[in-house]
């Protein structure tokens, strides 16, 4: 029981140090880039779910300062077979090259790379197996998106200057 309070007590402690330290968070309504990025993807499926995934991230774009572009790549792998030589689980994995622009001027404001995979089953039905190989990749779009925004979010600063 003392040992609780004593827990409860640094924590409490610990958070009124930390509440007048100057750290504002870094997600929310205050963000640098909220509304000022507009996104060009690629014309597919993919391509859309990640561009929504952005949009519910970094806001719709209203006075936009900077162009985010992304190319997606994809492709699914065997990662279980069956010792009959049957797949039954396969990889996705994903690569999103992106880079954002300075409307105004033209200029590359920061570039990189993300790279992530999820995974399927293929153990039911042909269609089964489909909507499991649908959801997966757009559960790698999502991934790819928010790796993209965590990557901004920390240079946002830089690019608010």
């Known amino acids: 029981m003392s040992s609780d309070r004593i827990t409860r007590r640094a924590a409490a402690l610990g958070l009124l140090a930390l509440s007048g330290c100057g750290f504002a968070p870094v997600y929310g309504d205050g963000s640098a880039l909220?509304?000022?990025?507009?996104?060009q993807t690629d014309e597919t499926v993919a391509g859309y779910r990640?561009?929504?995934?952005?949009?519910q991230r970094l806001g719709v774009p209203q006075n936009?300062?900077?162009?985010?572009?992304?190319?997606l790549s994809q492709n699914s792998q065997p990662?279980?077979?069956t010792a009959a030589g049957d797949t039954?689980?396969?990889?996705?994995?994903g690569r999103a090259d992106w880079s954002l622009r300075a409307i105004a001027t033209g200029q590359i404001a920061a570039?990189?790379?993300?790279?992530?995979?999820?995974?399927y089953a293929a153990t039911g039905t042909?269609?089964?197996?489909?909507?499991?190989?649908?959801?997966?990749?757009?559960?790698?779009s999502v991934a790819l998106a928010d790796m993209i925004v965590s990557r901004l979010l920390i240079l946002s600063n830089d690019l608010s200057q």
Do not use: C, M, W
């Not at 039954?88 to 994995?93: A, G, L, Q, S």
């Open 34 to 39: 909220r509304g000022l990025v507009t996104f």
């Open 50 to 55: 990640l561009r929504e995934r952005l949009e």
């Open 64 to 71: 936009a300062r900077y162009e985010l572009r992304v190319a």
């Open 79 to 81: 990662a279980a077979i």
């Open 88 to 93: 039954v689980r396969f990889n996705v994995v």
């Open 111 to 119: 570039e990189g790379k993300s790279e992530s995979f999820t995974s």
């Open 126 to 140: 042909t269609v089964a197996t489909q909507a499991a190989r649908t959801d997966a990749t757009a559960r790698l």
